[in-house]
């Protein structure tokens, strides 16, 4: 349906049923919900990897402050270049969204969840309105959810203004609280501090909707899909140079091969995985399987054929992170500008190899130094680039030579 | 600005402010909902959305100046927004850019003298299987064309005339 019109294969999600993961997870204790979402390994779907039941744990154990609430939150603020899969999720699969987060409700004791939909899907907003209110209908939001006593629930919809560095949680529930969306110092952690200083778990959308999946179906079958250290199938949202792009399917441990081919992708020069913050592949690395053990990512894939100047390439991602990035601390804020100018230079032909070797010193001083996941992966694709194409960088001949 | 309009704009305020609580969470949507209906939030506004929700007007500001999506100088009814990040470019954003300048007869960054379009670069849109991607106010178009933009525009225009007073959402 217009606008959403991404192309996708058949997706395990088809397969689920919605209403059966809660139903299931209702006659579930609060700890086995708990423990079948960690016994399925599943890892948060965001790109960070942090494993779910972990997660969760420690917010059912942080203790509430002042007779509020604990809170979920779900991260709907996809702003990685190159990730769309959320928005597919959020349009054909809604209810496994919020299904999933009231079965994270149901397993910390959080009375409020709440979805952080980033300003540019406000077109989405009356569509999850209207599956919010029919939940309320059903008796899957609100009181005595599915008959249990003491178990209320309800979920709000807030939006995002146009700021990538919302989608890191501690940015989201600064923004959540009426702030400059500048990330805050960790720990405290969420789980312990976040949302108005309670227990707060911050999920990815499709992290939601697996947990939904898993609680259908059980941890042994999640397991069934994927490797060893990174469980279970993944959405990748795949753009660039390929003939059908769109967001697909594939266990984790695929590697960038097969993934080629089935978009149609094969002359490819080089492939950009985990977005502007991921890393860029090259073709003789396309054997690499991407899985946490190896190149992890959010899913975004983006795919470079053969003409593409790679140093152009590098300079959009820069001038992203110099307008995404929040300012608050100076390896981010300096650095990125720093990274930009640097390729500027080796844009006109005039930066040497000395000063590149100072720049990729300052790539690894961002990493260390910066506050929070913008700055430390900034130079993530810059230093990819610059070290599998610096035959393709160095020496540019200008219109003035 | 007449004195019965920054009454009706107080009044406003006061009424969302109401709807979505006196507290510092409730600033964001206040301003969301602000920025939607003037295409910007003016000063006079952050003002009075300081004193309701009862924190230091510089605070709004701060709030008001970190995000993309609000806007404390005028902008126009209609914001065009073209998504400058890697898929879109790939898929031929350059072209869309310029025609879009050709179109308005501004730059990126600027206002049309008749209030009526903004022109601003976008980060990600999350259409990047369909780029290049154009968001105008609340509506998002797909693998635009340099010889589609006419007609985008045109089609924003006609909302003007007996109805230009109103707020426009597209």
């Known amino acids: 349906m217009w606008p959403f019109d991404s192309k996708r294969t058949p997706l395990t999600y088809d397969t689920i049923e919605p209403g059966t993961g809660l139903a299931a997870a209702l006659k579930l204790s609060r700890a086995d919900i708990i423990g079948e979402v960690a016994a399925s390994n599943l890892r948060g779907r965001g790109g960070a990897g942090f494993p779910t039941g972990t997660k969760w744990n420690l ?169 060893e250290r990174s469980a279970g199938f993944k959405l990748f949202s795949i753009s660039g140079d390929c003939d059908h792009p769109g967001v697909y399917e594939f266990p984790l441990g695929v590697t960038v091969t097969e993934l080629l081919e089935k978009v149609g992708g094969r002359n490819a020069k080089a492939v950009q995985i985990g977005g502007a913050s991921g890393i860029c592949v090259p073709a003789a690395d396309f054997g690499r399987k991407i899985a946490f053990e190896d190149v992890a990512t959010g899913g975004s894939i983006i795919v470079f054929g053969p003409g593409r100047d790679m140093l152009h390439v590098a300079k959009n991602f820069m001038e992203f992170f110099v307008e995404e990035s929040c300012g608050q601390c100076t390896p981010c804020r300096a650095g990125n500008a720093k990274l930009l100018d640097g390729i500027e230079k080796l844009e006109t032909g005039s930066c040497s190899t000395a000063y590149l070797r100072e720049l990729k010193a300052l790539c690894e001083t961002m990493q260390l130094a910066s506050k929070c996941g913008l700055g430390q992966s900034s130079p993530n694709a810059f230093l990819s680039i610059v070290n599998n194409f610096q035959d393709e960088i160095l020496g540019r001949a200008t219109a003035a030579h | 600005m007449l004195v019965s309009q920054q009454q009706k704009l107080q009044e406003e305020i006061r009424a969302l402010v109401a709807q979505h609580g006196k507290n510092r969470a409730a600033l964001m949507p206040v301003l969301q909902e602000l920025q939607r209906r003037y295409a910007s939030v003016s000063d006079f506004a952050m003002q009075v959305v300081a004193d309701e929700i009862g924190i230091h007007p510089a605070e709004v500001y701060g709030v008001v100046t970190f995000y993309a999506f609000l806007h404390h100088e005028p902008k126009g009814r209609f914001q065009v927004r073209l998504c400058q990040t890697i898929s879109c470019d790939l898929a031929g954003k350059a072209r869309v850019a310029r025609q879009l300048e050709n179109e308005l007869g501004i730059r990126f960054g600027e206002t049309t003298s008749d209030g009526r379009f903004s022109l601003e670069w976008a980060s990600c849109l999350g259409m990047c299987d369909q780029g290049p991607a154009l ?36």
């Open chain 2, 135 to 170: 968001l105008v106010n609340e509506r998002v178009y797909t693998r635009v064309t340099p010889d589609q933009v006419h007609q985008i525009i045109d089609d924003c225009r006609k909302v003007f005339g007996a109805h230009a007073a109103q707020p426009v959402h597209a």
């Open chain 1, 59 to 227: 917010a059912a154990a942080a203790r509430v402050k002042d007779g509020f609430s604990k809170y979920i939150v779900c991260n709907a603020d996809e702003g990685e270049p190159g990730t769309f899969k959320d928005r597919v999720l959020l349009t054909d699969y809604a209810d496994l969204v919020f299904e999933g987060m009231t079965i994270a409700a149901r397993a910390i004791g959080a009375k409020k969840g709440i979805l952080y939909l980033r300003g540019e899907y406000v077109y989405l907003r009356r569509h999850l309105d209207e599956v919010l209110d029919k939940r309320r209908k059903a008796g899957f939001l609100g009181e005595k959810i599915g008959g249990v006593e003491n178990f209320s629930f309800d979920i709000e919809i807030r939006m995002g203004a146009g700021a990538y560095v919302c989608g890191e949680e501690t940015a989201l529930i600064e923004s959540l609280e009426g702030h400059r969306g500048e990330p805050r110092n960790r720990p405290p952690f969420p789980v312990d501090t976040g949302f108005l200083k309670q227990p707060t778990v911050v999920n990815n959308v499709e992290t939601l909707a697996s947990v939904a999946a898993i609680l259908a179906k059980g941890a042994t079958w999640f397991k069934s899909f994927g490797t």
